[in-house]
């Protein structure tokens, strides 16, 4: 049985006190450990960006990807070895800016991995740019006189692109988002669980107060197989921003479309292929 201190390495976090990646980050770890999950059977893709840096503090197989590129990293790692448990990690803007189309096309394989995002509507690590997730008017570095733009919606993108769980859950509500990470990895295909996470450094409009102000947790009536439902509510932000597991569906996953489940995973077949043939033709 796995312990929250197999976790860790002994690398000190960068993050600012009071930051909501800790609450991810110690959410995450209580999930693996609540789920029995080994550090070895694990694999963490981090993006750039503030979220990112928690590569060097979290302990598990992990790779630090390019800012947007963590899903075909992710992708390619849970196709060479369906047994491993695939987490992708991003901010809003690496997820949703610089990922855009990678976030979209992910969602219509169905693989069976989980995508969280670190969504604090900001681009932080570079100082507070606007992300696509600031609302529009929001004061940023780079837009002094209010963003122009719309915010996107993110959610709705992903339930009609197909992702088969789509969930949003509160940095610090360490329980509910325990709950929703079980879930998430437990579920047989792409699931998605956007996280609400204060940067208390550079975001001061979207602040815990105004969090608790704004969200609204789905209840025990909330039907997440109704699609059409799910799609108009995950478009509300200052009307009740919805926490939960707002979509759910059963659909084969991209494994089962190539079988892989049933075959021996490709990091273990021995000389399935000899690429030295093949970079001969490049080198
Ligand atoms: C392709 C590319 N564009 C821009 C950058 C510069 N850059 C590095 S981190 C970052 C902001 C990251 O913001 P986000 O993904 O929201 O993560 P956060 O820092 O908020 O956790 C940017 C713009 C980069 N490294 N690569
Ligand atoms: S700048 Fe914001 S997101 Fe980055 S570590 Fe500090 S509080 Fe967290």
Same mark, same amino acid.
């Given at each position: ?34 789920? /029995? ?9 981090? +993006?750039? &960006?503030?979220? #990112?840096? @928690?590569? $060097?503090? =979290? ?21 060479? /070895? ?9 901010? +809003?803007? &690496?997820?949703? #800016?610089? @990922?855009? $189309?990678? =976030? ?180």
């Amino acid at each position: 049985m796995p312990k929250l201190t197999d976790f860790i390495t002994t690398k000190k976090s960068t993050w600012c006190a009071g930051c909501g990646n800790f609450g991810i980050w110690a959410a995450i770890k209580q999930t693996f450990v609540e789920l /029995n999950i080994e550090p070895h059977q694990a694999v963490n893709i981090f +993006d750039i &960006g503030c979220n #990112g840096n @928690g590569c $060097n503090w =979290f302990r598990c197989y992990g790779f630090h990807s390019l800012h947007g590129r963590v899903l075909p990293v992710a992708v390619g790692i849970k196709l060479a /070895n369906p047994k491993l448990k695939v987490m992708a990690i991003s901010g +809003d803007g &690496g997820a949703l #800016g610089e @990922g855009g $189309n990678h =976030f979209m096309h992910t969602c219509r394989t169905n693989v069976d991995m989980t995508y969280i995002i670190h969504n604090n509507q900001l681009y932080s690590l570079t100082t507070g740019q606007m992300s696509p997730e600031s609302a529009q008017g929001m004061k940023t570095k780079s837009t002094p006189q209010g963003n122009p733009l719309v915010q996107l919606n993110h959610l709705q993108i992903a339930i009609s692109a197909g992702a088969t769980f789509v969930a949003r859950a509160y940095a610090f509500d360490m329980q509910e988002l325990t709950r929703i990470l079980k879930a998430a990895i437990e579920h047989k295909g792409f699931s998605i669980v956007d996280i609400l996470q204060p940067c208390v450094t550079l975001n001061l409009i979207n602040t815990s107060s105004w969090y608790t102000d704004h969200m609204k947790k789905l209840d025990d009536t909330w039907d997440p197989a109704n699609k059409e439902k799910a799609i108009q509510i995950s478009g509300s932000w200052d009307k009740g921003i919805p926490v939960g597991i707002i979509y759910k569906e059963e659909r084969p996953t991209l494994e089962d479309s190539y079988s892989l489940n049933t075959k021996e995973p490709l990091t273990q077949q021995v000389h399935a292929y000899d690429v030295r043939e093949l970079l001969k033709e490049f080198a």
